[in-house]
């Protein structure tokens, strides 16, 4: 079983539609990230999240929200879809204590917004 | 800000040996990472420099240089899977667990 597991791993849905991506991990890390890539722009940081009580706004979280509903959880929300919003989203956690701290990530959810 | 730079694309041949660079702007530079994504995948950690200097794993070894703001990632004896596209990723002193990623480099591997 995968360490990171994202759902769902494709979705098409129209705009105007909430659309909630769940992100849950087995890793036992604190430390839990949304990223957004679109082609040519590498991974953009939407939110990230130190522990359950932590929530931070990275460079891209308007249009976006999330929620720690435990360690192990993290889910991104899209409150109002909208069709730039398209794209490859991935999670991923880290340990701040793991030797170099790389970042673990989910195999990713595939957006698509008409 | 922090802003990365890294060439868009390179093509080598099987057995050859490829660098890609990655020039970086940021306050309070952390660290340099790199990772690995094939096409459509989860991106993986391939390493991770703090400091000046060359680290070897395998095939791969990567090598930062603080006061030059620039740091590599050397794949040798390129195999076919190595197709894939690479990131760098800097840490900050600002940002600790977080990671700005470049915007990749497509290495494609011919026969």
């Known amino acids: 079983d995968a360490d990171v597991t994202q759902t769902p791993r494709n979705r098409i849905t129209k705009t105007g539609k909430r659309i909630m991506l769940e992100c849950s991990q087995t890793?036992?890390?604190?430390?839990m990230y949304w990223y957004r890539q679109d082609p040519g722009l590498g991974l953009r940081l939407i939110y990230y999240s130190f522990d359950v009580k932590d929530i931070n706004k990275g460079e891209i979280s308007d249009g976006y929200s999330v929620s720690r509903q435990a360690q192990a959880k993290f889910s991104l929300s899209l409150e109002s879809a909208i069709p730039n919003q398209t794209a490859l989203y991935f999670c991923a956690t880290s340990d701040q204590t793991e030797p170099n701290q790389p970042q673990h990530f989910g195999d990713g959810t595939r957006l698509s917004i008409l | 800000g922090q802003s990365l730079e890294q060439p868009s694309e390179v093509t080598a041949v099987e057995g050859a040996i490829v660098q890609i660079n990655c020039t970086y702007q940021t306050s309070g530079f952390y660290g340099l990472s790199w990772y690995q994504q094939h096409d459509g995948g989860a991106p993986t950690f391939l390493s991770y420099?703090?400091?000046?200097g060359l680290e070897e794993t395998g095939r791969f070894s990567s090598f930062l240089s603080r006061s030059d703001s620039y740091g590599y990632l050397l794949l040798q004896e390129l195999q076919m899977k190595d197709s894939a596209s690479y990131f760098c990723a800097v840490r900050s002193t600002d940002s600790w667990g977080k990671l700005q990623f470049g915007a990749g480099t497509q290495v494609v591997v011919t026969p």
């Open positions: 420099n703090a400091l000046d």
């Open positions: 890793k036992g890390h604190d430390r």
